[in-house]
């Protein structure tokens, strides 16, 4: 699978800048590319609890329908953070757009920092959806300081973990730690896609965009600025990394929570 990390700059608040660099992004991946990930809230930057109003739109709103056209367009996957609004409430989210399906995938972000637990509200579901015959699933930035985020999806087959990240100074360090023991623990696949600059709050992105593979082992890892990072995930490695002892099978002490199959997607219900 031929991957793409775009470590980028983002304005807080600004959907058309943000929205017109995702668009440029996307019209600028290899031919060969098949998935581009974004960071955090990407779309609309981080809201704050006066214009989280303004800004969140719901999944079919104007700007993922630009971004599904442009994608389909060019034939490649997407994943992007947005601030969504549903049902009257707001939600740190992240989708995947396929250009087979549309936005095949939407997680609203778990484990919410401090800072936003004035913004948004906490999803109640881990999802996972098959994509060209390998599972993914989503997690947000903060997510990755919980070993049980991966392991939920982990339970549900989850072979890549792509995680959208707005990790800032001082926790760069931290996010490298997790994000290799994640993929180390479920002997998956992890993508990482931090944003870098500086935000209108003051805060300084820490960047360090990574990939690790089902063994634990960082295959490329980006610094403080602006890069975009192209790879190929050699998919024999989950087998390889699973065949003496498969984690999820020897696994005695499972997380409990309704799982929902629907097509291809796989949702565990963790509730509030």
Sequence with gaps: MNVELAQ?????????????????????????????VL????????????????????????????????????????????????????????VLITPEHGIALHYRKTHLWSGEREVFDAGDRMSTVVWRGVRVGLLICYDIEFPETARALGQLGAQLLIVTNGNFDPYGPTHRTCVMARALENQAFAVMVNRVGQGDDGLVFAGGSAVVDPFGDLLVEAGRDEATLRLTLDLTLLAKAREPYVYDRHQRM???????????????????
Excluded: M, W
């Design 8 to 36: 980028v700059t983002g304005r807080d608040g600004d959907v058309a800048y943000n929205l017109a660099r995702t668009l440029a992004l996307i019209e600028a991946c290899a031919a060969d590319t098949e998935l581009l």
């Design 254 to 272: 499972r997380l409990s929570g309704e799982v929902v199959e629907t097509g291809e997607r796989r949702e565990l219900l963790i509730g509030s």
């Design 39 to 94: 960071p955090e809230t990407y779309l609309t930057g981080f809201p704050t609890k006066d214009n989280v109003a303004q800004i969140a739109e719901p999944l079919d709103g104007p700007t993922l329908t630009r971004v599904q056209q442009a994608a389909t367009a060019r034939g490649i996957a997407v994943a992007v953070g947005f601030a969504e609004v549903h049902d009257g409430r707001f939600y740190n989210t992240t």
